[in-house]
């Protein structure tokens, strides 16, 4: 009975170990392996993550060292042209592992293009979370226990919507009271015996 419930939790670990693995996308550039996705998944708007890129040779499987000098990762989000570079970090212990630190604010598919030179082979590598990639940022409300309380960035949305309507209308109170003030003018013009 023991000994299946340790073969049980051993394929389940390895089961979910594997399950991080297949939320990278990987890809062979020269002589090298990329795998390139986020370091915690899934991935949640508003909670510190990374973008995760891990670079070896592809023939002997060992890792590359030395690159946070020469690769970059550009993130953008979505089809909007703001970008952001995360300053890369080697992961002690790991080589040929780095992390650039990051705070996804918003839920959706995110863009990581791997830039520079690794050793002598110059890069240029977008990954995009999709189906079969990585995956993308989700929202925390499926998460969160016992009240929805939405994120951060939902939130914000929601204040920058009411200021905006709240501009609006002081916009409008502040013209129908020149137009009142205006009016009042007028009309004490026009009454008999006041001038």
Do not use: C
Request: proline residues 5%.
């Amino acid at each position: 009975m023991r000994q299946g419930l340790a073969l049980v939790a051993a394929v389940m670990l390895a089961l979910s170990g594997s399950t991080v693995a297949l939320a990278h996308e990987q890809r062979q550039v020269g002589k090298y392996t990329l795998e390139v996705g986020w370091h915690d998944e899934p991935a949640i708007e508003g909670i510190m993550n990374a973008v995760e890129v891990e670079v070896h040779e592809t023939a002997s499987g060992k890792g590359v060292e030395g690159l946070t000098r020469t690769l970059r990762v550009v993130v953008s989000y979505g089809g909007l042209a703001q970008t952001f570079e995360p300053t890369l970090r080697a992961v002690g212990g790991e080589p040929g592992s780095y992390l650039g630190d990051l705070i996804p604010t918003a839920p959706g598919d995110y863009t990581f293009r791997v830039v520079g030179t690794i050793e002598e082979l110059k890069v240029d590598e977008r990954f995009e979370s999709g189906p079969g990639r990585f995956d993308p940022v989700r929202s925390p409300d499926a998460l969160q226990f016992p009240d929805r309380v939405g994120s951060a960035g939902a939130l914000a949305r929601e204040i920058r919507a009411l200021n905006d309507q709240l501009q609006f209308w002081r916009l409008v109170t502040v013209g129908a009271v020149a137009i009142a003030l205006v009016a009042t003018g007028v009309a004490l013009t026009l009454v008999p015996g006041r001038r």
